[in-house]
């Protein structure tokens, strides 16, 4: 905490909008359309890569969250005050990190598979800012960033050497889904434990189910498209471009639009989320492969 006060002492509203912006980069919602650029338009593999290390340290990190339960700093501390426009996005316990891990997870595999060294370097030192931004927001203890930091990283690099070489075949595709499920229904049923034991509130509960559902979303999607899918890119960036923009607006609305018809139930958390990461895993790219197939028979004819 005394770190944290050495910082809130040299806040300024410059500085504030500048961390406030850095932080954004660890949001869900642009990590996500990261991955989506790669998936849909770029690299298919490489963003499997991403999406496991996303995925998976997301459930390794709310695991842990779950389990020490460690209350924000202006909690732990009534006398210490964040930055006002850092609250609303700081869901769920303090411990350890969560923008940490979402910026962590992808900034590191993007840094592994870049070839330039000053590449590499803004790539790794993102990771770093976006660590120091939620210091300085005062949303987090050091202690919350750097065990999120070093726990990332360290999924990051084990998915990076020994996860990217299973996706140049289909031979393991069942053994990694099946892994990536039943990682996501332990912490699910720990979860669900956690609640109705009366050791975790509602409200703290409901991240690790959001996590949860995706995961098992990226797990069947991932073997639905590798088995039966198998996409291709459009020709151009024109049509990539394209095809990205309405898949990402698409995918937006999904999110939104099951919220009110599936309720705000923890079973209406894991199944919307489910959804939206298959829809964007499989639904979407079987859509769009459909259409090109269509269109490349029309020009047969």
């Given at each position: 905490?005394?770190?944290?006060?050495?910082?809130?002492?040299?806040?300024?509203?410059?500085?504030?909008?500048?961390?406030?912006?850095i932080?954004?980069?660890?949001?869900?919602?642009?990590?996500?359309?990261?991955?989506?650029?790669?998936?849909?338009?770029?690299?298919?593999?490489?963003?499997?890569?991403?999406?496991f290390?996303?995925?998976?340290?997301?459930?390794?990190?709310?695991?842990?969250?779950?389990?020490?339960?460690?209350?924000?700093?202006?909690?732990?501390?009534?006398?210490?005050?964040?930055?006002?426009?850092?609250?609303?996005?700081?869901?769920?316990?303090?411990?350890?990190?969560?923008?940490?891990?979402?910026?962590?997870?992808?900034?590191?595999?993007?840094?592994?598979?870049s070839?330039k060294?000053?590449?590499?370097?803004?790539?790794?030192?993102?990771?770093?800012l976006?660590?120091?931004?939620r210091?300085?927001?005062?949303?987090?203890?050091?202690?919350?960033?750097?065990?999120?930091?070093?726990?990332?990283?360290?999924?990051?690099?084990?998915?990076?050497?020994?996860?990217?070489?299973?996706?140049?075949?289909?031979?393991?595709?069942?053994?990694?889904?099946?892994?990536?499920?039943?990682?996501?229904?332990?912490?699910?049923?720990?979860?669900?434990?956690?609640?109705?034991?009366?050791?975790?509130?509602?409200?703290?509960?409901?991240?690790?189910?959001?996590?949860?559902?995706?995961?098992?979303?990226?797990?069947?999607?991932?073997?639905?498209?590798?088995?039966?899918i198998?996409?291709t890119?459009?020709?151009?960036?024109?049509?990539?471009?394209?095809?990205?923009?309405?898949?990402?607006?698409?995918?937006?609305?999904?999110?939104?639009?099951?919220?009110?018809?599936?309720?705000?139930?923890?079973?209406?958390?894991?199944?919307?989320?489910?959804?939206?990461?298959?829809?964007?895993?499989?639904?979407?790219?079987?859509?769009?492969?459909?259409?090109?197939?269509?269109?490349?028979?029309?020009?047969?004819?």
């Amino acid at each position: 905490m005394d770190f944290l006060r050495l910082l809130a002492e040299h806040r300024t509203l410059p500085l504030d909008a500048l961390f406030q912006f850095i932080t954004l980069f660890a949001q869900e919602t642009f990590v996500v359309a990261v991955i989506c650029w790669y998936y849909w338009g770029r690299d298919k593999n490489l963003a499997y890569t991403l999406g496991f290390t996303y995925f998976l340290s997301g459930l390794t990190i709310q695991g842990l969250k779950v389990t020490f339960r460690i209350p924000r700093p202006w909690v732990l501390d009534p006398d210490f005050s964040p930055v006002k426009s850092a609250v609303p996005a700081a869901t769920g316990y303090s411990f350890p990190s969560g923008h940490t891990q979402s910026g962590t997870a992808l900034f590191s595999t993007l840094g592994f598979s870049s070839k330039k060294t000053v590449t590499r370097f803004l790539y790794f030192s993102m990771i770093v800012l976006i660590g120091f931004s939620r210091l300085y927001l005062g949303v987090h203890t050091p202690k919350d960033v750097l065990v999120s930091m070093a726990v990332t990283f360290a999924i990051s690099a084990l998915v990076w050497k020994y996860g990217r070489p299973l996706l140049d075949s289909t031979r393991y595709d069942l053994t990694v889904s099946l892994l990536m499920i039943l990682v996501s229904c332990i912490l699910i049923i720990y979860n669900f434990t956690l609640y109705h034991t009366g050791v975790l509130p509602a409200s703290e509960a409901a991240d690790c189910f959001k996590a949860g559902g995706a995961g098992l979303g990226f797990a069947a999607g991932f073997f639905v498209e590798r088995r039966w899918i198998k996409f291709t890119y459009p020709d151009t960036f024109r049509e990539r471009l394209l095809q990205f923009s309405v898949g990402l607006l698409t995918t937006l609305a999904f999110q939104q639009g099951l919220k009110p018809l599936l309720g705000d139930s923890f079973y209406g958390s894991i199944l919307r989320y489910l959804i939206v990461v298959f829809w964007v895993i499989a639904l979407y790219p079987y859509l769009f492969q459909k259409i090109k197939n269509s269109a490349q028979r029309g020009l047969r004819a």
